[in-house]
């Protein structure tokens, strides 16, 4: 089943899940924050969408205080996977895993092509 990874306040994440129901897609909704996604999902998500970048948040708070803009890329993946399974707000959201789907954020064009 798809698990879609969700802040209840993120209007991005209310889009997507909206989206959704209006097509009828059955889903497990997670709160990010409480449970990140596990270090396994997040390995996941970077095999199939291919940039470590494209899993952070890069425009929160937390990534900003952690300076990661200029720590990422000296980080291993692994250092940078274990950063995101224990703070869920650095994960980019919504954060939509499944046995067909994988997709980081919003964008209705790509969300479009995955469930047509």
Same mark, same amino acid.
């Given at each position: 089943? /798809? @698990? !879609?990874?969700?802040y209840?306040? $993120?209007?991005? $994440?209310?889009?997507?899940?909206?989206f /959704?129901d209006? @097509?009828? !897609?059955?889903?497990?909704r997670v709160?990010i924050?409480e @449970?990140?996604?596990?270090?396994?999902? %997040?390995?996941?998500? %970077? *095999?199939?969408?291919?940039? %470590?970048? *494209?899993l #952070?948040?890069?425009?929160g708070?937390l990534?900003r205080?952690l300076?990661l803009s200029? +720590? /990422?890329? @000296?980080l291993?993946?692994a250092?940078? /996977?274990d950063?995101l399974a224990?703070?869920?707000?650095?994960?980019? *959201?919504?954060f939509?895993?499944?046995? +067909? !789907?994988?997709?980081?954020? #919003?964008?209705?064009?790509?969300?479009k092509?995955a #469930?047509?």
């Open positions: 089943m /798809l @698990r !879609v990874y969700e209840e306040k $993120c209007s991005t $994440c209310r889009k997507a899940l909206k /959704l209006a @097509r009828g !897609v059955r889903y497990e709160p924050v @449970r990140p996604p596990k270090p396994a999902e %997040l390995k996941e998500m %970077l *095999r199939r969408v291919g940039e %470590l970048r *494209r #952070f948040n890069t425009s708070e990534y205080e300076k200029e +720590r /990422l890329p @000296r291993s993946e250092e940078a /996977l950063l224990r703070h869920g707000k650095l994960v980019k *959201r919504p939509a895993l499944g046995p +067909r !789907v994988a997709l980081v954020g #919003f964008d209705e064009a790509e969300w092509a #469930f047509t």
